[in-house]
């Protein structure tokens, strides 16, 4: 992980080269799972000490990474802090429709902006100051399941590239 602070303590930014979590997917022939594990986590919880005048005080955080995963599987990233808990469904919607090929690249070309497999999301956050020395304790929660009673379900990924906090 790579930690960086704006000069007026306003900002961070952490950026992360391991912060991911996947489930295989399962094949016709191992019906029932054939004891793969059907979920994977990991939490990352961080401690932002801040000061302020004010009874509460709002955070932004913005999240951005690669979600990937196949029918029967589903990613799911939960951010609690401070008194709230908000949970993010990654989870790709199912179109019907797969672009391949030079379509795949015309659709890259013509919606630069739009996000194939990449996500941003941010989550707004409230603390209230309840000590003198006051820490914001966010708690990043990341989940890839799979569904154990499909015979070929498939599989999943989400990678956490980085976060930034505001104050």
């Known amino acids: ?10 900002v961070a930014t952490l950026l992360f080269d391991s912060l991911h979590v996947a489930v ?14 059907a979920a994977a986590t990991k939490m990352l919880t961080i401690h932002v000490p801040y000061t302020t005048d ?5 955070m932004t955080l913005d999240v951005r990474g690669f979600a990937s995963a196949d029918p029967g599987a589903h990613l799911r990233l939960v951010v609690a802090a401070g008194e709230s808990t908000q949970v993010i469904d990654l989870t790709p919607e199912e179109s019907g429709v797969e672009l391949k090929g030079t379509a795949k690249q015309a659709a890259q070309d013509q919606f630069a902006d739009a996000c194939f497999g990449d996500f941003h999301d941010r989550v707004r956050l409230q603390f209230q100051r309840h000590a003198a020395e006051p820490v914001a304790q966010i708690t990043v929660f990341l ?22 906090l505001t104050i």
Not at 1 to 8: A, F, I, L, N, R
Not at 24 to 37: E, N, T
């Open 143 to 164: 989940m890839a399941e799979r569904n154990t009673d499909q015979a070929d379900s498939g599989g999943a990924a989400l990678f956490v590239d980085s976060l930034d």
């Open 1 to 10: 992980v790579s930690v960086d602070v704006s000069d007026d303590g306003q």
């Open 24 to 37: 295989d997917r399962v094949h016709a022939s191992r019906a029932g799972g054939g004891g793969q594990p």
């Open 54 to 58: 004010h009874r509460s005080v709002p």
